[in-house]
């Protein structure tokens, strides 16, 4: 198959060099001419485990880069739109992009083609898409619109495109349903799985990848029911943390309690300093404006948003009470990015944390893995940029945990401890358990857990 997926940015360029893994012709398409030279020329401009491999391996073969949307839609069989719906200032998702895209599309359907919504996007937009290829001259019998709404984590988002927990496609014809079901074929019946060069490959990963097959208004639903349902996971176990806290009980133990029930599940259910990224805050709230402007009410959300909120604002008066007071004190900071794994810090607790320990009047010393140029380009001279975890505790009057990278939960704590002023560490993340670092020696302070 021929695909043309449209917008290179991290849904778009994962799911390019996915589909020439499981045997596609592809063409990844963005109208930024450097960033489209430099994938050309070989750099992968985001940090994404298996990106790098499959690019090497595709690039110039089943996967070509370009500009062009008109051409690359002429020739393709399927076309991906996978461009940003960024939050608008009402909450909703503001689809200029696709719109803009849905413009150039149409002037290059000439032949049979099926268009496919896989960005992030409000129930109806298909229709809408629909009716734009139409309005821009389309012929309505020489194309269908599908949705198939993607389910990548970043950090992970190979994986979870190559061995899905399911697919979705929304599809209500059945020359679109057919191309779907074509498209993903190697997934659902396990063939690529059989392929020696098959990535994650192992019993650790089923066989064949599930297919739900919905109409349109379905996928597109099932998508932001399925973030918002993981964002109030998280809200809701950081509400009972904070009981947990008040009252001396442990959250790991409410956690293993409540997710041994197997309706519920332990997974997303750890407490922290809240969710970030570019994707939860952003679709609780349009999935909010979306139940809105169908005429409902969806309290629910909002308190999903209020808790978020409310978990960072605890944070720092719990690194307030752990150092007394904030104005002039030194503070060293393992983590910038959203989360573990990637070098991401849109919408991230972190950077909101630590531009507040600012504002009070604290120096912060800080580390990440990945995500440092990313926030030097947002903090600037704000903050001081350490080389690891050591170097940021250096003389320092605390340590903050503020983002979940699996290093942070391996640190050679007399080294640490040694290179500090004072042995108090604040984790946002509940990396160590409160007893073992009594042991070590630190005045340790977690969520939801007795000190
Ligand atoms: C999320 C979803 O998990 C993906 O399924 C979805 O495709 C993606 O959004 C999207 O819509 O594109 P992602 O934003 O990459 O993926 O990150 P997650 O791994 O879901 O983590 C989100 C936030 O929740 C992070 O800040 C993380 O630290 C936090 N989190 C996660 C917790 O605080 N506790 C948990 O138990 C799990």
Request: charged residues 20%; aromatic residues 8%; negative net charge.
């Amino acid at each position: 198959m021929k695909i043309a997926v449209i917008g290179s940015g991290y849904v778009g360029l994962v799911s390019a060099a996915c589909f020439a893994e499981i045997g596609h012709e592809v063409i990844s398409v963005d109208n930024d001419h450097a960033k489209v030279n430099a994938l050309r020329n070989g750099e992968v401009p985001i940090h994404e485990q298996f990106l790098p491999e499959l690019l090497a391996k595709h690039r110039g073969k089943g996967l070509k880069f370009s500009t062009s949307v008109g051409d690359a839609t002429a020739w393709a069989d399927a076309v991906f739109i996978t461009v940003g719906t960024p939050q608008s200032a009402t909450g909703e998702a503001d689809l200029s992009y696709v719109e803009a895209v849905a413009h150039e599309i149409a002037t290059a359907i000439h032949g049979s083609k099926l268009v496919v919504e896989k960005s992030t996007v409000p129930v109806r937009t298909c229709e809408a898409i629909r009716k734009v290829l139409q309005l821009c001259g389309a012929p309505a019998d020489l194309f269908s619109v599908a949705s198939n709404p993607e389910f990548l984590r970043e950090g992970s988002a190979v994986l979870d495109f190559l061995h899905p927990d399911r697919i979705v496609i929304g599809v209500d014809t059945e020359f679109s349903r057919g191309l779907m079901e074509q498209i993903y074929w190697p997934l659902t019946s396990g063939e690529y799985y059989k392929r020696s060069d098959a990535l994650g490959a192992g019993p650790r990963f089923s066989e064949c990848a599930p297919l739900i097959v919905t109409s349109p208004k379905s996928a597109e639903l099932i998508k932001h029911a399925s973030n918002a349902f993981l964002a109030m996971k998280i809200s809701f176990i950081n509400a009972v943390a904070n009981i947990a806290e008040s009252v001396g009980a442990d959250i790991d133990e409410i956690r293993a309690g409540i997710g041994a029930d197997s309706r519920i599940g332990n997974r997303f259910l750890n407490a922290g300093v809240g969710y970030g990224g570019s994707c939860f805050p952003k679709d609780v709230q349009a999935f909010h404006a979306v139940a809105q402007e169908c005429g409902y009410r969806f309290g629910l959300l909002n308190e999903v948003i209020e808790i978020n909120a409310e978990q960072r604002r605890r944070f720092i008066l719990k690194v307030r009470s752990a150092v007394w007071t904030l104005r002039g004190k030194t503070l060293a900071v393992l983590g910038a990015a959203f989360k573990g794994g990637t070098d991401d810090i849109r919408e991230s607790p972190a950077i909101a944390i630590v531009d507040e320990l600012l504002a009070q009047g604290s120096s912060v010393r800080l580390f990440d893995p990945a995500a440092l140029p990313k926030a030097k380009a947002v903090l600037g001279d704000s903050v001081q940029y350490a080389s690891d975890a050591y170097d940021a505790a250096t003389g320092t009057d605390a340590l903050l945990i503020l983002t979940e990278w699996p290093e942070f939960a391996q640190l050679d704590l007399e080294r640490l401890r040694k290179a500090m002023k004072f042995p108090i560490i604040v984790d946002g993340r509940n990396l160590y358990r409160p007893s073992f670092m009594a042991k070590a020696g630190f005045a340790y302070h977690s969520i939801g857990r007795p000190e």
